[in-house]
């Protein structure tokens, strides 16, 4: 069974920069796609980032292009995410996950069939 665990989310103003990291545990990790969503109160869970097991397929949200990072380590099991300038409107829970299978769009998370527990980022002005 896979086990998703976040860290690194907290509270922090606009400009600043924070850095989430996913430690994946079970089996097979470093074969499948790994991404971050986040999600806000009464609304969908939406892709922010997300990346094959290569790292040559990479996904943003147009909205976080030029600010975001993914990265992954295959030999850790980790999934990090490098957030920079973050705004008010980053605020969310941002949840780890994991696809298996194969075909489908990675930028569904309907696609995923494991997740983490999420962690939450909130941005001030």
């Known amino acids: 069974q896979v086990h998703l665990v976040e860290s690194g989310g907290g509270l922090v103003q606009a400009g600043d920069s924070l850095r989430l990291s996913c430690a994946a545990s079970?089996?097979?990790?470093?074969?499948?796609?790994m991404g971050w969503f986040r999600q806000v109160p009464g609304q969908d869970r939406d892709i922010v980032a997300t990346?094959?097991?290569?790292?040559?397929?990479?996904i943003y949200a147009d909205s976080v292009k030029g600010r975001f990072i993914i990265s992954r380590d295959n030999v850790k099991h980790t999934v990090d995410l490098q957030m920079n300038n973050l705004k008010p409107a980053d605020t969310a829970v941002y949840i780890c996950?994991?696809?298996?299978?194969?075909?489908?769009?990675?930028?569904?998370?309907?696609?995923?069939?494991?997740w983490g527990q999420g962690t939450q980022v909130t941005v001030f002005d």
């Open positions: 996950a994991m696809k298996t299978r194969l075909g489908g769009s990675m930028k569904s998370p309907m696609m995923y069939e494991y």
């Open positions: 079970g089996p097979a990790n470093s074969r499948h796609t």
């Open positions: 990346m094959d097991s290569s790292g040559g397929v990479i």
